[in-house]
């Protein structure tokens, strides 16, 4: 039995089709079973603070988010049996970012209290996800014109049924217990050439047009609050430019090369139309 949390996420969903296609009992720990939609062959079990241990019965491995992370919860895992843990971590730790970064320190806490819990542990860190596209869905579904910041910013987003895929590896073979996985896409996109590629999908030619990252914030980033925008900006104006990292974790360890942004998008093409 694996049990994993976050289970109604993008990785998470992936990681339950794919335990279950594998024909391995599953454990969905979701916060609102009613509406998590999940296959019909997991076992779904609200997730939250106030839960009951017993979540974890008979479950020998947790995938874990940091979020999700804290000393309770794995000394309530570890004393219901569970003797693995793969976490979904974050490549900021490994980047050399400025570790008072809120998301270095969010991963760089999870990590630890993992290293300290006394059960075995694998680290997924994936640098940019391609389902951050998704920030431009609404713009996408109403116009052919995407606003954004850092026109030239580049990127290897992965796609997050290949962290699926890794997690899955981790978590049903041996000889990943103190691995780090350093996951990225296969190819750099900058910004304007992932909307390029979505716009392929969806069939129209979208035009990204810069804007000013001071006056970014109301306007595109509303939800995020003002000192982790600001650190954000930061990131991103580091990557104007750059070449990314890319790695071939994904294929190391699964056998199958990861996939570009391009197949991303052909997958997600409903979500910009929809």
Same mark, same amino acid.
């Given at each position: 039995? !694996? ?29 609102? *079973?009613?509406?998590?939609?999940? *296959? ?62 809120? !998301? ?9 209290? !993992? ?28 116009? /052919? ?11 290897? *987003? ?32 900058? /910004? ?5 590629? !979505? ?43 750059? *070449? ?31």
């Amino acid at each position: 039995m !694996i049990a994993v949390t976050g289970a109604t996420g993008n990785v998470g969903r992936a990681l339950v089709d794919r335990l279950l296609a594998a024909g391995v009992p599953v454990r969905a720990l979701t916060r609102d *079973p009613e509406r998590a939609a999940l *296959p019909e062959g997991a076992e779904v079990v609200r997730f939250g603070p106030e839960e009951s241990p017993a979540r974890f019965a008979g479950a020998t491995s947790l995938f874990l988010y940091a979020q999700a992370t804290s000393v309770a919860l794995l000394e309530a895992a570890r004393a219901q049996g569970v003797r693995h843990v793969v976490l979904l971590s974050s490549g900021i730790i490994h980047r050399g970012v400025d570790d008072t970064h809120p !998301i270095h320190v969010l991963h760089a806490t999870a990590e630890r209290r !993992i290293r300290d819990s006394g059960l075995a542990w694998t680290f997924l860190r994936p640098n940019a996800f391609a389902t951050n596209a998704l920030q431009w869905a609404p713009q996408i579904r109403t116009g /052919n014109t995407v606003r954004g910041v850092f026109v030239d910013a580049r990127f290897a *987003p992965i796609h997050e049924d290949d962290i699926a895929a890794v997690a899955e590896r981790a978590l049903l073979d041996e000889g990943h217990e103190a691995a780090v996985h350093h996951l990225t896409g296969p190819e750099a996109y900058s /910004n304007a050439e992932q909307v390029a590629a !979505i716009g392929a999908a969806v069939g129209r030619e979208l035009t990204f047009v810069e804007v000013d990252p001071a006056e970014a914030g109301a306007e595109l980033f509303a939800h995020v609050p003002p000192p982790m925008l600001e650190r954000m900006l930061g990131s991103f104006a580091r990557t104007v430019g750059v *070449p990314p990292e890319i790695t071939a974790t994904v294929e190391d360890v699964t056998g199958a090369p990861g996939r570009t942004f391009t197949r991303w998008a052909r997958d997600h093409a409903a979500d910009f139309t929809a």
